[in-house]
């Protein structure tokens, strides 16, 4: 986009025809206001143009807002938060019922580990799940002697709502939560376009817009015709003095 369109910022560029309707509203309107922008050089030609560029802004209607996300980032956030309000009461409930029945399995499995928040509560799940399974399936060999009772505790967990289905309910979570996302798609062309062509009639808008502006505040002097044009705020009343 050429530099004289990067002069205003899209905020003021998108104020502009409101602006611009008022101050030619005003002029069409109020005699007085026509003849003070007339002695300033105002002719018809030039009120013509306002409102010429005035419509080409309408014509060029703001391109829709592209959803800045996508379905694999909005998963992966779902699936963190759920992890994460799950990993603080069933870690205490889960964690209170081994301790009782199957205190070394306890040890093991909630060594340095702690419900947590984001994505520590997602990898504290994942650690969880991974220890359990390793119980139950008695992978370590620094637990051989205690894979009987290792089963048992893992099996006890399941009787009081952790089954091999929640289990993998959880560990599906755990991957979604770690998935990589996609990117957002690029903007189509003609998207760009319709944006170029509505900043190019913003910009010529915005400059008609500041002459005309610029010629007012210096030759009106009258504050209510200021405000009609929108080129002055109305005064706060002042608060009473305090008695």
Same mark, same amino acid.
């Given at each position: 986009m050429a530099d004289i369109e990067k002069k205003y910022s899209d905020e003021v560029l998108e104020e502009t025809p409101a602006r611009a309707s008022k101050l030619l509203n005003a002029i069409g309107a109020v005699p007085e206001i026509r003849?003070?922008?007339?002695?300033? =050089?105002?002719?018809?030609?030039?009120?013509?143009?306002?409102?010429?560029?005035?419509?080409?802004?309408?014509?060029?209607?703001?391109?829709?807002?592209?959803?800045?996300?996508?379905?694999?980032? @909005?998963?992966?956030?779902?699936?963190?938060?759920e992890l994460d309000q799950w990993d603080e009461p069933n870690f205490t409930r889960y964690g209170a019922t081994l301790r009782r029945h199957y205190p070394s399995a306890w040890e093991y499995v909630f060594h340095?580990?702690?419900?947590?928040? =984001?994505?520590?509560?997602?990898?504290?799940?994942?650690?969880?799940l991974k220890r359990l399974k390793a119980l139950e399936e008695g992978s370590d060999p620094a637990r051989k002697e205690s894979k009987k009772e290792d089963k048992k505790a893992v099996a006890l967990l399941g009787d009081r709502g952790l089954p091999p289905e929640e289990r993998k309910r959880l560990s599906d979570l755990v991957d979604v939560a770690l998935e990589p996302t996609s990117t957002l798609d690029p903007e189509p062309e003609h998207d760009k376009k319709r944006k170029a062509e509505?900043?190019?009639?913003?910009?010529?808008? @915005?400059?008609? #817009?500041?002459?005309?502006?610029?010629?007012?505040?210096?030759?009106?002097? @009258?504050?209510? #015709?200021?405000?009609?044009?929108?080129?002055?705020?109305r005064k706060k009343p002042k608060k009473p003095e305090p008695k």
């Open positions: 003849t003070l922008m007339g002695q300033g =050089g105002m002719t018809d030609a030039d009120i013509a143009e306002g409102g010429k560029l005035l419509l080409a802004c309408w014509g060029h209607l703001p391109t829709p807002e592209r959803e800045q996300d996508t379905e694999a980032a @909005k998963r992966q956030r779902a699936a963190t938060a340095e580990l702690s419900a947590s928040t =984001g994505s520590e509560a997602v990898a504290g799940v994942a650690m969880f509505r900043v190019k009639a913003l910009v010529a808008l @915005k400059d008609w #817009y500041e002459e005309w502006a610029a010629t007012a505040r210096a030759l009106i002097k @009258k504050r209510a #015709y200021l405000i009609r044009m929108g080129l002055a705020n």
